[in-house]
T-cell receptor
Framework: AQSVSQHNHHVILSEAASLELGCNYS??????LFWYVQYPGQHLQLLLK??????LVKGIKGFEAEFIKSKFSFNLRKPSVQWSDTAEYFC??????????FGAGTRLTVKP | DTGVSQDPRHKITKRGQNVTFRCDPI?????LYWYRQTLGQGPEFLTY????????KSRLLSDRFSAERPKGSFSTLEIQRTEQGDSAMYLC????????????FGSGTQLSVL
């Protein structure tokens, strides 16, 4: 079955630390890849997306993600986190332009 | 506010009762999706519509669940004979065009079945 795995359930960092959140997906043909973020008390919103082309994708608020096809991965990174990045982060994959599957999410806590 | 709106925000019901949720997508969006999210999990796909046509349903959607989008605008999700396991956040999202377009999510309806 097609699935999305996020290995880190809860990550705690201090401000200015670097961030990398893992995301792996099962093989299923053509994929479109997304990271969504949910800030406390807010609804899910798109952080960045990859469809084709340059595997290094830059999103909002200094986030980026790298698509590594051979590893079926789409890890999210940020060089220096801020307290305002405290949120839950969801990796999502759309297989063959069909429904979007989400990972279980990673809760990020940034200590001031 | 021209985003996706869901009503009600919270619903508490007794086991065995029927409940109905409403979703109003962004007006020009032709795709509408329903997801369910439980604590500690990501959103789970339930179903989606292209205009008024329901194109796909997840196996998670038992016979007690039904969704409609009669005029291709707002949608309703009904759960009949609710069970405690139905307690979750029900999320609606909409998008313009195909799957490559990003989803715009509503704030969700939190269902608690007692």
């Amino acid at each position: 079955a097609q699935s999305v795995s996020q290995h880190n359930h809860h990550v705690i960092l201090s401000e200015a630390a670097s961030l990398e959140l893992g995301c792996n997906y099962s093989y299923g043909g053509t994929v479109n890849l997304f990271w969504y973020v949910q800030y406390p008390g807010q609804h899910l919103q798109l952080l960045l997306k990859y469809f084709s082309g340059d595997p290094l994708v830059k999103g909002i608020k200094g986030f980026e993600a790298e698509f590594i096809k051979s590893k079926f991965s789409f890890n999210l990174r940020k060089p220096s986190v801020q307290w305002s990045d405290t949120a839950e982060y969801f990796c999502a994959v759309s297989y063959n332009n069909n429904d979007m599957r989400f990972g279980a999410g990673t809760r990020l806590t940034v200590k001031p | 506010d021209t985003g996706v709106s869901q009503d009600p925000r919270h619903k508490i019901t007794k086991r065995g009762q029927n409940v109905t949720f409403r979703c109003d997508p962004i007006s020009e969006h032709n795709r509408l999706y329903w997801y369910r999210q439980t604590l500690g999990q990501g959103p789970e796909f339930l179903t989606y519509f292209q205009n008024e046509a329901q194109l796909e349903k997840s196996r998670l959607l038992s016979d007690r669940f039904s969704a409609e989008r009669p005029k291709g605008s707002f949608s309703t999700l009904e759960i009949q004979r609710t069970e405690q396991g139905d307690s979750a956040m029900y999320l609606c999202a909409s998008s313009l065009g195909d799957r490559k377009e990003k989803l715009f999510f509503g704030s969700g309806t939190q269902l608690s079945v007692l």
